[in-house]
């Protein structure tokens, strides 16, 4: 079951409390919307699919980095799990984070 935070409260919604909660905001936007005069609506409505399409622009440009990442993740790990020496990975301090031994092939076979 996904939960959902709301705010910074510790109370979580289920999947189905957000859709239902999701209902409700829909319903009453349908029900002000006579309120709204014609061009307002318009307006807002323009905004809204202009906003829908730059995050989905932005959306593929992550997928995409995200993407990248794990190949250039990848390429190391390979890089660093058969390089034929030992290796060690340090943080700023100079402590060791990680620590690759060199095994010398078996002679002769």
Excluded: C, W
């Excluded at 979580?12 to 309120?35: P, Q």
């Excluded at 890089?79 to 078996?106: E, M, Q, T």
């Amino acid at each position: 079951m996904e939960k959902a935070r709301i705010g910074g409260s510790r109370k979580t919604l289920t999947s189905r409390e957000r859709r239902k909660g999701t209902k409700k905001a829909r319903e009453s936007f349908v029900r002000g919307k006579e309120d709204i005069p014609p061009r307002k609506y318009l307006e807002v409505s323009y905004a809204m699919k202009v906003h829908q399409t730059e995050l989905a622009q932005q959306n593929k440009e992550l997928r995409e980095m995200q993407r990248k990442l794990q190949e250039s993740h990848a390429q190391y790990v390979d890089l660093f799990d058969h390089a034929p020496v030992g290796y060690f990975s340090f943080d700023r301090n100079g402590l060791i984070l990680a620590a690759k031994s060199y095994r010398r092939p078996a002679v002769g076979g």
